[in-house]
């Protein structure tokens, strides 16, 4: 005898519907969400060196502050007995250049979540342009502190001819 098989369809009913998936999968990588943040290439690598960068400058600019803000010295006037304390309160352009200093350190301890988010998001524009023209602005403001303390120092040394 020849067994008899049966063939059963089940169809949907017409008030259920299908609902589709909004998830976009690249079919060229397939790895899911590492390989999607994966990209950037050369940009991710700047974007590190910029953020090692800012650690060093970090650690040099709140040095050279510190050493300026604790300098004093004890200088000899004509004599030994007569002598007089220089500090760097003793100039308005050095303490100029402290408060410069300090303000640059404090800029690039805040500019360091805006370098994590390049890190991160290598391919984004508007971090790396806030940046660009806030790190401008704070070299403007270091070279200015800078040179003044340096025209001081060289007066210092070299006297001017002009006034006698």
């Not at 604790?70 to 303490?95: C, H, I, W």
């Not at 994590?116 to 524009?125: N, S």
């Amino acid at each position: 005898m020849a067994k008899e098989s049966t063939t059963i369809e089940v169809g949907e009913p017409s008030t259920v519907t299908k609902s589709t998936s909004h998830v976009v999968v690249d079919e060229k990588k397939k790895k899911g969400f590492v390989a999607a943040t994966a990209g950037g290439g050369y940009k991710r690598g700047l974007a590190i060196f910029d953020f090692l960068l800012r650690l060093a400058a970090i650690v040099t600019t709140i040095t050279s502050s510190s050493v300026m803000y604790t300098a004093e010295e004890t200088l000899p006037f004509f004599t030994q007995f007569l002598q007089f304390q220089a500090g760097y309160d003793d100039f308005a352009t050095f303490q100029f250049f402290v408060i410069a200093i300090a303000m640059v350190a404090s800029y690039l301890v805040l500019s360091l979540p805006f370098s994590i988010v390049t890190i991160i998001r290598p391919l984004a524009a508007a971090p790396r342009l806030i940046l660009l023209i806030s790190d401008t602005v704070v070299v403007t403001l270091a070279t200015s502190a800078a040179a003044a303390a340096a025209a001081i120092v060289y007066l210092a040394h070299n006297g001017n001819p002009n006034t006698n």
